[in-house]
């Protein structure tokens, strides 16, 4: 199978932040990849502006390092590199002042596509949104992307994205979530609407549960002081989770385009009934021969913060009644591992006498580490002396169904792309994000004024033993997390 590479248009492309992390880790690599596949214009730039003191040179060998250190396979081709850092520029810039902003302006084309990376702090958006206007360097093509976090609850998201939309439309925004530029993601919407097999099935009437999972092995160090006022919930159930969950549960929207896609996945937001305490189970993980405990970690030795998450939920609507959704998430699980398990109901009736097992089909989708899905059925074992069943996977990975010479895509390469081609599809819309918190908020102000205390667990497990439970006493079994 071959993938098919479609240029985007000629674009300028600011990256605020452009000296930090993420732009050196993912979006500088991953648009080095877009660049080599050919879907990048050559006539294309990219701008970072940071506050560190730099000229063009200077940042074009910091690039050429980020390339060196995180860019792949892709990393030798030393030709191609070059290339690429010819098309960079580099501004030194004062979010909050005066300083580099007429530079900039400089730079800007008026014949191409411009877009703007706020890869930084939520706290400087409105700053940046205001002096990219000022000095007329936005207008109302342009786009901007944000990353997450979008708040940190209903009342700073509305804050927000009324600070956004200040100075840009809403089809100007772009809020990334980089899960929903993973190619299982995409994959599951083709699917469910791509195949007259699925969807009949897709409902409680053959559906017994769902398992959405998603398990690190690292822990928060380094990251600790963020993280113990984030938490599980805020830092991946509120976003990444629950994105998977809406494109799971959604209607089949009238067309695919941008704003059906997200209207569909808003009515499951809403529709999503509240959490009862004895379905929530928060964890930490303890200190063991892997590391420190979550709390040394954070250097908060009272810290009641989450850094595992296991809840029950439900929707209310005809197509999922009676159909739990199971969501976990942790750090210094036993592999990293990011599945959703679509679970059907049991045969109702078996014909094969002394066939006690229970034969289950299921559907996982695999989005980490290695992408791709899998159908469980059951077949007769191979072999005589009469009927024995055995369930065998139907196994697609995308590794072997591309080709050993074929790569999908990062998540961030992708979205990237699809900013540039003005489509806002796998991008979040204010009202879904202003949803996701009128969701959460109750559940953390429910626990927080019970003064919830979270469970220890080992590192290198499954998480806590209530976790297991949840499901355990229900006579469920959650799935294996398996790297």
Sequence with gaps: MVSRVIPVETFDLVIFGGTGDLARRKILPGLFRRFRAGQMPPGSRIIGAARSEMDDDGYRQMIREAIAEFGGDEKTDSDGI???????????????????????????????????????????????????????IADSESRIVVEKPFGRDLASAKALNATLAEHFDEQ???????????????????VRFGNVLFEPLWNSHYIDHIQITVAETVGVTGRGAYYDKSGAMRDMVQN???????????????????????????????ALQAVEPHHIVRGQYDASAQGLSYREDAENPRSFTESFLAMKCHIANWRWATVPFYL?????????????????????????????????????IRLQPNEGMDLQVTI??????????????????????????????????????????????????????????????????????RNDVPKLYDAGSAGPEDAMMLL????????????
């Design 172 to 190: 100007q925004i772009y809020r990334i979530d980089h899960y929903l530029g993973k190619e299982t993601v995409q994959n599951l919407m083709a």
């Design 380 to 449: 007769k074992e191979p072999g005589p002396g009469g009927m024995r069943l055995v369930d065998v996977p139907l196994d697609m990975s995308f590794a072997e169904a591309l080709g050993p010479d074929q790569e999908a895509p990062d998540a961030y390469e992708r979205l990237i792309m699809d900013v540039i081609r003005g489509n806002q599809t796998l991008f979040m819309r204010g009202d879904e994000v202003e949803a996701a918190w009128a969701w959460t908020d109750p559940i953390i102000e429910g626990w927080e004024a």
């Design 240 to 270: 990444h989770l629950m994105q998977l969950l809406c494109l799971i549960a959604m209607e089949p929207p009238s067309t695919y385009d941008a704003d059906t896609v997200r209207d569909e996945k808003l009515k499951v937001i809403r």
């Design 472 to 483: 355990h006493r229900e006579g469920r079994r959650w799935r294996d997390i398996k790297g």
């Design 82 to 136: 070059e290339s690429f850092v010819a098309q960079l520029r580099y501004v030194a810039i004062d979010a909050t002042g005066e300083g580099g902003w007429a530079q900039l302006a400089e730079l800007m084309r008026g014949d191409v596509v411009r877009a703007f990376y706020f890869s930084v702090a939520p706290s400087l958006f409105g700053a940046l949104a205001e002096r990219l206007h000022a000095h007329g």
């Design 328 to 364: 976990r998430t942790g750090k210094r699980l036993k592999a990293r591992s990011s599945e959703i398990a679509v679970v059907f109901k049991d045969l109702g009736h078996t014909i094969f006498e002394g066939d006690t097992a229970r034969h289950r089909n299921i559907l996982s």
